[in-house]
């Protein structure tokens, strides 16, 4: 590391938390970006892992990618999401136990990894998400996000961020009248 030169002004607690969060942003946008580039190029589509029914493979929490196939396609031991068929609302996410395809239709069996036996109906479907890939603990922050709680700390966070922004910036003509003697330092 190199010393400091003896002209150079030290940097005060609001610079330091202004680059940390700065830096923070930049990572967290690019990581953003970069997740929405190729989800919308390679048609992948997450889903948050919400019941432990496919643990340990699928986390409660992970964000699972999968990607549109004709159902036909799956085969015994994938994974697969798939609308539910007990009447509720959402996606089942669990893996493929048997594949029976008549003509155009086609019948799933599946069961999560952590339960004790198949699910209790069978899921006729033409297209199922096939499984891609899986982010640990991202569902989770995704899904807090979107509390009140949650929107509350990335408002908060925002707010911290445009004042070290504001605030934080040295003006260059007070660092000029500073160097030169006409005002204290900081």
Known sequence: MAPRRPDSPRRSLWQWLGSALLTVSAILGAVAIVTVAVCAVFGL???????????????????????TVPAADVVKGDIVTVPRQDGGTGLITHRVKEVTTKGDVTTLRLKGDANATPDPLPYVVSSVGSFVGVIPVAGTIALAARTPLGIAAVATYVAALVAVIVFGRRRPAARKRRQAGHLPAE
Do not use: N, Q
Request: charged residues 15%; hydrophobic residues 45%; positive net charge.
């Open 45 to 67: 589509r997450p889903v948050v892992v919400i019941s432990g029914s496919m643990e340990p493979t699928l986390p409660v929490g992970s964000l699972v990618f999968y990607r």
